[in-house]
């Protein structure tokens, strides 16, 4: 499939990466004061920085961000990470003696990390090099920050949707009698062989594809059982593009559809489709599982349905926000969640039925095209 790709201009990533930062600064300053953060999980190096390399790590202010990382990135990184200086750290140094000289050198007083991903053994190095200057935790705070979206993330996002659908598309589309007789790894192989054919960088995650009663345990992993005729066939999927990645689930069925599966599918379509209408900025993302679990409760599987109902994607499968009955957080716009209500009965199967939602500024937008009526998941 030829595509268009869009070349984003140097100037535009310089002032993206910039936005993203100050961001992170604000809110750290919102309750703990902080001059510059010091960030070392490497997704959150490249949201801020777009390199895509590993063993680096970021040091910035409002002012200024440096790239720490080795000789192995001296040429790509500064290809990558348009505004920012690159510091190329010596074989006998790591990359928190670089951080510490950098910090003296600019007389940084006051510097935020992360705290539930820098090592204590890192962490005590760091505060060695710094000679006086206090390190500030700040846990999870950029994960809030990369659960909004800006304009470019939910571009991607869109295209990452597109080409996981087209693959799962074209592999519904040979029908049946293809189908019967794969083993779930075939399946699975075929399609992430689509997915880059599609011009997707991977698979955004080791995907499910569970037959007939396998169906019922939700984090399976494809095995050698073969698809039967009048089975379903579960798959939860995804891409990844630039980083960014989709995620979906269907169950298709094989000629025909057995009642309870009958059954048990309408329900679920009718709590998941309950909790996309509920969707829209300022609402609690436990509410929006309450809408979903109040139809599986009601009709009485609620407790076939024992996990959450989505969470946020974006540079990672699994990001804020969480949507579980418990929680208080609340949805704003640009955030991207899933929701993947399901029931799962041992020895007969499973059913989840998984979209990306967008919130925008008066309610949401489903960024799937997939149908979700029954009568279009069954393949003849």
């Known amino acids: 499939?030829?595509?268009?790709?869009?070349?984003?201009?140097?100037?535009?990533?310089?002032?993206?990466f910039l936005a993203r930062?100050?961001?992170?600064?604000?809110?750290?300053?919102?309750?703990?004061?902080?001059?510059?953060?010091?960030?070392?999980?490497?997704?959150?190096?490249?949201?801020?920085?777009g390199f895509s390399g590993e063993d680096s790590a970021l040091l910035f202010n409002k002012?200024?961000?440096?790239?720490?990382?080795?000789?192995?990135?001296?040429?790509?990184?500064?290809?990558?990470?348009?505004?920012?200086?690159?510091?190329?750290?010596?074989r006998k140094s790591t990359l928190e003696?670089?951080?510490?000289?950098?910090?003296?050198?600019?007389e940084l007083k006051q510097i935020g990390f992360q705290s539930t991903v820098l090592s204590f053994d890192r962490y005590s190095r760091l505060k060695k090099r710094l000679r006086g200057a206090k390190l500030t935790p700040l846990q999870d705070l950029l994960s809030d920050v990369?659960?909004?979206?800006?304009?470019?993330?939910?571009?991607?996002?869109?295209?990452?949707?597109?080409?996981?659908e087209n693959a799962f598309l074209g592999l519904i589309k040979q029908g049946a009698s293809y189908l019967i007789g794969k083993t779930e790894r075939q399946i699975a192989a075929e399609m992430e062989t689509r997915i880059r054919d599609l011009g997707a960088d991977r698979?955004?995650?080791?995907?499910?594809?569970?037959?007939?009663?396998?169906?019922?345990m939700c984090h399976y992993a494809p095995d050698d059982r073969k698809l039967q005729r009048g089975e379903a066939l579960l798959i939860d999927w995804g891409a990844e593009t630039a980083g960014y990645r989709s995620d979906i689930t269907r169950v298709v069925f094989v000629e025909s559809v057995s009642d309870k599966m009958r059954e048990i599918y309408e329900i679920v379509r009718t709590a998941h489709d309950a909790a996309v209408d509920a969707i829209r900025p300022g609402v609690?993302?436990?509410?929006?599982?309450?809408?979903?679990?109040?139809?599986?409760?009601?009709?009485?599987?609620?407790?076939?349905?024992?996990?959450?109902?989505?969470?946020?994607?974006?540079?990672e499968i699994h990001e804020q926000p969480r949507l579980f009955s418990a929680s208080k957080t609340k949805l704003k716009k640009n955030m991207i969640i899933t929701v993947e209500p399901g029931i799962y009965l041992p020895g007969v199967g499973g059913v989840r039925i998984e979209d990306d939602i967008l919130v925008t500024a008066n309610g949401h937008e489903?960024?799937?095209?997939?149908?979700?009526?029954?009568?279009?998941?069954?393949?003849?």
Request: aromatic share 4%; net charge positive; proline share 3%.
């Open 1 to 16: 499939m030829k595509r268009n790709l869009k070349i984003t201009p140097v100037s535009d990533c310089k002032k993206r």
């Open 97 to 106: 003696d670089q951080a510490g000289k950098l910090a003296r050198d600019r």
């Open 63 to 90: 002012n200024s961000s440096v790239l720490i990382t080795d000789f192995r990135f001296g040429e790509q990184a500064p290809e990558e990470c348009p505004g920012t200086e690159i510091c190329i750290r010596s």
């Open 203 to 216: 698979a955004a995650f080791d995907m499910i594809v569970a037959a007939g009663p396998n169906g019922s």
């Open 146 to 164: 990369r659960a909004v979206k800006d304009d470019e993330e939910i571009a991607q996002t869109r295209r990452a949707v597109e080409m996981a």
């Open 366 to 380: 489903r960024l799937n095209q997939l149908p979700r009526d029954l009568d279009s998941m069954v393949v003849h």
């Open 284 to 315: 609690a993302c436990g509410t929006v599982d309450d809408h979903a679990r109040s139809v599986i409760d009601n009709a009485g599987y609620g407790k076939e349905f024992g996990h959450g109902l989505g969470h946020g994607i974006g540079r």
């Open 21 to 49: 930062r100050r961001a992170l600064l604000r809110a750290a300053n919102r309750t703990k004061k902080v001059d510059a953060v010091y960030v070392t999980k490497r997704v959150d190096v490249s949201y801020l920085s």
